[in-house]
């Protein structure tokens, strides 16, 4: 497709619960960002990919945030033991490269219950 | 450090006036990016427009235009006769330069209804 796809696009999980959220950016895209978003906020860094390398992962708020993208392409946020504040909408993003403009998905929204 | 400030939590407006959303920013760098995104229901940001900070041109695009104040440190948007499809989440970010760092720093964002 034209733009950034995310999948699924609504998650419901039970506290405790691993969860993998998938993003597929546009074709060609070399940086690779995702946000999350909480309720009648803005979207808060979590972490950057160039290519397949994770260049800042600074803003994962724990330990059991983790967030891949091994070829340089899709990229899966892997959220393991889910908490309740965890429950946001997850934002991906991709742009040619660094200082370009960032394209967005339509977001994951997470609710752990 | 980074910070992006919308102080307008709310704005309702009746369709064909004009609105402005206000954005205020701070950085230490000398070079750095300010975009705004539009936000409607369906959730997905939308971009609207990027500006360097070097270029302090106001730009005009339609019914939408831009005011970059670097003395004030200011990003302002101006919606010009409002339609019902205007209504929706506003966020301005700051973007720093490239190799000091790549994340968008956002404001909590002016949420806009446009009243028929």
């Known amino acids: 497709g034209a733009g950034v796809s995310q999948s699924p696009r609504y998650k419901v999980a039970k506290r405790g619960q691993d969860v993998a959220l998938r993003c597929d950016p546009i074709?060609?895209?070399?940086?690779l960002f995702w946000y999350q978003q909480a309720l009648g906020q803005g979207p808060e860094f979590l972490t950057y990919?160039?290519?397949?390398?994770?260049?800042?992962k600074s803003g994962l708020p724990s330990d059991r945030f983790f967030a891949e993208r091994p070829e340089g392409s899709v990229s899966t946020l892997k959220i393991q033991r889910t908490q309740q504040e965890d429950s946001a909408v997850y934002l991906c993003?991709?742009?040619?490269?660094?200082?370009?403009?960032?394209?967005f998905g339509p977001g994951t929204r997470l609710l752990v219950l | 450090a980074q910070k992006v400030t919308q102080a307008q939590t709310e704005i309702s407006v009746v369709e064909k006036e004009d609105v402005t959303l206000d954005c205020v920013y701070e950085?230490?760098?000398?070079?750095?990016?300010l975009f705004w995104y539009k936000q409607p229901p369906s959730g997905e940001l939308v971009f609207l427009i990027r500006?360097?900070?070097?270029?302090?041109q106001n730009e005009i695009s339609g019914r939408y235009s831009w005011n970059f104040q670097k003395s004030t440190s200011s990003f302002n948007f101006t919606i010009t006769a409002s339609q019902v499809v205007d209504s929706a989440v506003y966020f301005c970010?700051?973007?720093?330069?490239?190799?000091?760092?790549?994340?968008?720093?956002f404001g909590t964002g002016t949420s806009l209804t446009v009243i028929p």
């Open positions: 993003a991709s742009s040619l490269g660094p200082g370009a403009v960032y394209y």
């Open positions: 074709s060609g895209h070399v940086s």
């Open positions: 990919f160039q290519n397949e390398a994770q260049l800042d």
């Open positions: 950085t230490r760098d000398t070079t750095y990016y």
């Open positions: 500006r360097n900070s070097f270029d302090e």
């Open positions: 970010a700051l973007g720093r330069r490239p190799n000091t760092g790549n994340q968008f720093y």
